[in-house]
Structure formats: C-alpha cells, structure tokens
C-alpha cells in the first residue's frame, strides 16, 4: 500500500491573478485526503476543471484543488495556514471552503455577474477566517445576487477594512450561522433595486447559531434610496444569538433603521445587546420586531456602561417588572411624547425602579 502522502502546508503566498473570462476562482477548497490521493493517482486520471483560473497551493493538482472546492468535499482536514495577497479577478467570482487559518488581503473583485452566484463565497468549516481589506463590486445590470456571501461553521470569522458595493439587488454582506462575526472600518454601498428590502449587513442565524457578534465603525449608504437597516441581526427558531456588540454605524440618509433586531420567540436571543454611536439622522436607530415584522417589546438594548453592571439602558416598556438590572442603572423608556426616564434604587432583580425622573 502506498505511504500516506503529508499534509501539504503553505506558509506565506503573494499571488496576483487577473482572470478576464466568465469562470469562477475556486480558492484554496483543499480536502487533504483527495488531494494526497489525486497526487497518488495518474495525470490522466485526473479530469481537467473547466474554470479559467484556479488559485491553489503548491504540490497539489490544481484541477484536485478546484474538485474539492466546487463540489463541497472538505470533511477531512483543512488546508492550513494560508495567505493570500493582491489578488484582482475580473467578470469572476472566489468560494472559499474548509480551510484553518486562511487570510485574504488586499483581494479586488469587479463583476458584471450573470448568475445570482455571490462574487465571494464561504461555506463549510473555516477555522480563524480574516479577510482584510478587500473591494468587491457587484456592477449595474448584473444578475440579482448578492457580494459577500458567508455561511461559516469554523471557529471565527473577521473582516477589517475593505468595500463592498452592490450594484444589483442583493445584499452587499450577508452571513448565516457564522460565529464569532468580527466586521470592523467596513464601507458599504448600495446601487441596486429595491433598496426597501435590503439590508447593508444582514447576520441571521438560521442554519446555526451566531454567537459573539461584534460590528464596529461601519460606513453605510444607498443612492437609490434608504435601504430596510444599515444593520439586522436576526436569530431564528432553536438557534442563538448571544453577545452582541454593535457601534459607531453611520448611516444617516440611507437607512429606515440603523439597526433592525428581528428576533424569532422561541430563539435565544440577546435581551440586552450593548448599542452605542448609531448614527443614523432623523431616522430610528433601532428598531425591534419579530420574525414577521410584527412590533415586539422584549429588548432593552445597552446604550452606554457596562452590560451586566451600572449602565444606561433603554426599551419601549416602563421597566419595573420588566427589566433586571443592579442599582444605580438608569433606563429610558421611548414612548414618544411621553418618553421618560427611570432609576433602579433598590435590588437586583426586575423592580425597585423608581417612579419617573422628573427634569427641572
């Protein structure tokens, strides 16, 4: 019996690749079994891959390579400890699936797409995933679909800096099950239809559980009018969706709603995300309903301090009887007109509240 070949690793790649035909890059989708097996096997057994351009590491076949991306085998062991840089594809688009300790940097997609395929895409197990600084443009008159697409079962996911332009109707990001979401200095742009029913960033947990979400200093507009959220966070039924951190969105003029919590009732949702510097003009800043769109009064997000200690907080019920907190917690009730604000003076529990705080 042959000897098992080794894992193949690649430390550090610098690759630019320019593809100018209307093929998909299949990136670094490597099941290490079937690519020490293809390896094994004769050239001729080895049926070409009818794409342009393949990007793949050293001493593996790229048409293996590009099987086991195209065709989801990544069930065994991940390729590992991968990097990427100054990469431009051209009237294509990039799957990345089952990797550990993957970084993309500095990568530029431009597309005019003729399918609803995403322009990047992420699915299976992606341990440690980074994606830094990367200009994705979905062009007019493309298919309907959207640009950052991410359904990642590994252990993180984090995106810092880059833009991401949707030209058509889709969603600029979208992810789903993806724990562990980081996105920070992003900027997003909409230029497509039907921006009424559309999110900027759009995390749902439907597939899996979305836990420990954290979206910091995003820039979000539309020039065809204001799109549903800049951001929704919307867990669904048996899934969680704990620990979320959102700040420092700036959507102003461009969003019905700076953030849009669509909670399902029977997931486990975050009652108190921490929410802080959403500016989104004259418009709400957040907005909580339920997975139909019908009005829910169960959240009381953190506007400042410490979630779990002394800290502002605010919601669209007076809180005795509602809202648990410790002393010293001040609490806004958003009501309108008759918008007032509380102080908890006594226990730890959901009362001890006082009457509402009369300002001179």
């Known amino acids: 019996m042959p000897a098992k070949a080794p894992r193949r690793r690649l430390a550090r790649a610098a690759t630019t690749?320019?593809?100018?035909?209307?093929?998909?890059?299949?990136?670094?989708?490597?099941h290490a079994q079937l690519a020490a097996a293809a390896v094994r096997q004769p050239a001729a057994?080895?049926?070409?891959?009818?794409?342009?351009?393949?990007?793949?590491?050293?001493?593996?076949?790229?048409s293996a390579t590009g099987l086991a991306g195209r065709h989801g085998i990544s069930h065994g062991e991940q390729a590992q400890h991968?990097?990427?840089?100054?990469?431009?594809?051209?009237?294509?688009?990039?799957?990345?699936?089952?990797?550990?300790?993957?970084?993309?940097?500095?990568?530029?997609?431009?597309?005019?797409?003729?399918?609803?395929?995403?322009?990047?895409?992420?699915?299976?197990?992606?341990?440690?995933?980074?994606?830094?600084?990367?200009?994705?443009?979905?062009?007019?008159?493309?298919?309907?679909?959207?640009?950052?697409?991410v359904e990642n079962t590994g252990n993180s996911t984090t995106i810092s800096g880059g833009v991401f332009i949707e030209g058509a109707r889709g969603y600029p990001m979208t992810f789903d099950g993806t724990r562990?979401?980081?996105?920070?200095?992003?900027?997003?742009?909409?230029?497509?239809?039907?921006?009424?029913?559309?999110?900027?960033?759009?995390?749902?947990?439907?597939?899996?559980?979305a836990d420990n979400v954290q979206i910091d200093a995003v820039q979000v507009s539309s020039s065809t009018g204001k799109l549903r959220s800049a951001v929704t966070l919307a867990p669904r039924s048996g899934r969680s969706m704990m620990n979320l951190l959102i700040t420092y969105i700036h959507s102003a003029g461009s969003a019905a709603t700076g953030l849009y919590?669509?909670?399902?009732?029977?997931?486990?949702?975050?009652?108190t995300p921490l929410i802080t510097g959403i500016d989104n003009g004259a418009d709400a800043a957040w907005k909580q309903a339920d997975q139909n769109d019908n009005p829910i009064t169960t959240i009381y997000p953190v506007i400042a301090g410490n979630p779990g200690g002394v800290c502002e907080m605010a919601g669209q019920v007076p809180p005795e009887g509602a809202m648990t907190a410790i002393q010293g917690t001040v609490y806004t009730h958003q009501?309108?007109?008759?918008t007032a604000r509380y102080y908890k003076s006594a226990g730890t529990g959901n009362t001890g509240w006082s009457s509402p705080l009369v300002v001179p």
């Open 17 to 30: 690749v320019l593809l100018a035909a209307c093929a998909w890059c299949l990136l670094l989708a490597v």
């Open 261 to 271: 919590l669509s909670y399902h009732p029977a997931a486990t949702a975050d009652p």
């Open 335 to 338: 009501n309108g007109d008759s």
């Open 45 to 62: 057994t080895t049926p070409p891959l009818p794409t342009a351009g393949i990007l793949s590491t050293p001493a593996v076949p790229a």
């Open 82 to 149: 991968i990097r990427v840089s100054d990469v431009t594809v051209l009237e294509g688009g990039v799957l990345v699936a089952s990797t550990d300790d993957l970084r993309i940097n500095n990568m530029t997609i431009v597309a005019t797409a003729r399918s609803a395929s995403p322009l990047l895409r992420v699915r299976q197990v992606n341990n440690d995933l980074r994606l830094d600084d990367l200009y994705l443009e979905r062009l007019p008159c493309s298919a309907d679909g959207n640009v950052l697409d």
């Open 180 to 209: 562990y979401l980081r996105i920070h200095g992003t900027s997003i742009r909409y230029d497509g239809t039907s921006p009424e029913a559309r999110d900027g960033i759009s995390v749902t947990g439907k597939i899996g559980d």
